[in-house]
């Protein structure tokens, strides 16, 4: 008999079941890597691991600064190792990738300078000296490239809805940047033109709305395994004059948020501080300096975006996150015999559940995959209880043999 059945025998017998399996991307597709290849195997250790070098960071305050500063320290010390290999497949997001566990692959550093407020900027700049890691760097970029391989590049969607004196605008300044900085680093997008009719045919207007129920089904819709939403609008903020030239100002404020579309659990959140924005002429009311005011918001919160969404993904393909099972039917003590069991499995760490109105739904910490878990259930007395007929990125759907 297989552990797996082992493990199930006790509870399987003559319970009916509807599972259905619910899991944040990042973790859905995360299976317990296979030994890196070769290219990405780690130098000897001693004392050539580690490259001393100095770096500088900006960001909206000191704390994103560091961490920018990180980013170009581990940049920096890793440019003539993996980092010149430009020709491998999915380079851009496997590059970006690591540069969010900066964290972890740079050892230690000191803060030698700042942080100081860059004039105009609305930001601040910090100088350091770090130590990065070559074997951390080897060992990340191994796991990546293999979870990349096997599972393939996430696939995102946007819809920001962006407003001028209150009136929508239809092309968007932010969410073409947002998407522009995505397809730059590898990621599968949704055409917003397939959103644009799907919402015009139902009539709805989700993030107007702040709708996240609404876009998350359209996100599965279409197949995308995080959506990201926002709002911003650009309104009139008077006339001034520029070495005697007048000028029309408009003021800008956002919040844009990430999602896992399974679960629609947030996984970044950035509000944005007040930009501005002008435009030549004597009139208040001047469509030309609220783009113009749009168009200067991006760069504080484009980087801060991604920087949350791949940070999250890493996070969780090293450290694990949680799947949720939901299991109809099923009575109090089958279901803490199957918690047992779940908790027994390779790569689960920690489980919990609640039953309510004969739905038993289990929180899983692990490193499981959906196939991972479709692969157990179709094995020993699983096989025999249930057929599994739907096997998609985040989602398994079994039905129960009669």
Request: glycine share 8%; aromatic share 6%; charged share 25%.
């Amino acid at each position: 008999m297989s552990r797996t059945a082992s493990l199930t025998r006790a509870w399987m017998g003559g319970v009916g079941l509807s599972v259905a399996l619910l899991v944040p991307w990042a973790v859905a597709q995360q299976a317990t890597p296979p030994a890196a290849p070769a290219a990405a195997a780690s130098p000897a250790a001693g004392v050539e691991d580690i490259v001393l070098v100095e770096a500088d960071g900006e960001g909206l305050d000191k704390e994103a600064a560091i961490k920018a500063a990180l980013r170009a320290a581990l940049e920096k010390g890793s440019k003539t190792e993996i980092f010149s290999d430009t020709k491998v497949e999915n380079f851009e997001l496997m590059h970006d990738t690591i540069l969010t566990r900066a964290e972890g692959i740079v050892t230690d550093y000191q803060i030698v300078k700042g942080p100081e407020k860059v004039i105009g900027g609305g930001t601040v700049k910090v100088w350091i000296k770090a130590r990065v890691s070559k074997k951390a760097l080897h060992d990340s970029w191994g796991a990546i490239q293999n979870v990349l391989n096997q599972m393939g590049r996430p696939k995102i969607m946007v819809h920001i809805v962006e407003r001028i004196d209150g009136n929508r605008e239809e092309q968007g300044i932010l969410e073409v940047k947002i998407e522009q900085r995505l397809l730059k680093s590898g990621f599968d997008l949704v055409e917003r033109g397939q959103i644009a009719s799907v919402m015009e045919k139902e009539k709805a207007d989700a993030a107007a709305e702040d709708n996240v129920a609404k876009l998350q089904a359209i996100a599965k819709e279409f197949g995308a395994q995080i959506f990201i939403t926002g709002t911003a609008n650009a309104n009139q903020a008077g006339i001034e004059e520029l070495y005697g030239v007048p000028f029309a100002f408009y003021n800008c404020d956002a919040q844009f948020k990430a999602y896992y579309t399974d679960t629609a659990k947030l996984l970044a959140s950035v509000p944005m501080p007040q930009t501005r924005g002008g435009a030549r002429g004597r009139k208040e009311y001047s469509p030309q300096a609220g783009k113009q005011a749009l168009d200067n918001a991006a760069p504080r919160v484009l980087d801060e975006l991604y920087q949350q969404v791949l940070s999250q993904w890493s996070t969780a393909i090293s450290a694990g996150g949680e799947l949720v099972l939901e299991v109809e039917g099923m009575k109090f003590a089958a279901a803490n015999r199957l918690k047992k069991a779940i908790g027994e499995m390779k790569g689960v760490e920690k489980v919990n559940f609640e039953l309510t109105k004969g739905i038993a739904r289990f929180r899983i910490n692990a490193k499981l995959s959906a196939n991972d878990l479709a692969e157990k259930l179709s094995e020993g007395e699983f096989e025999k209880a249930m057929d599994i007929n739907d096997v998609k990125l985040n989602r398994i759907q079994a039905k129960a043999k009669e």
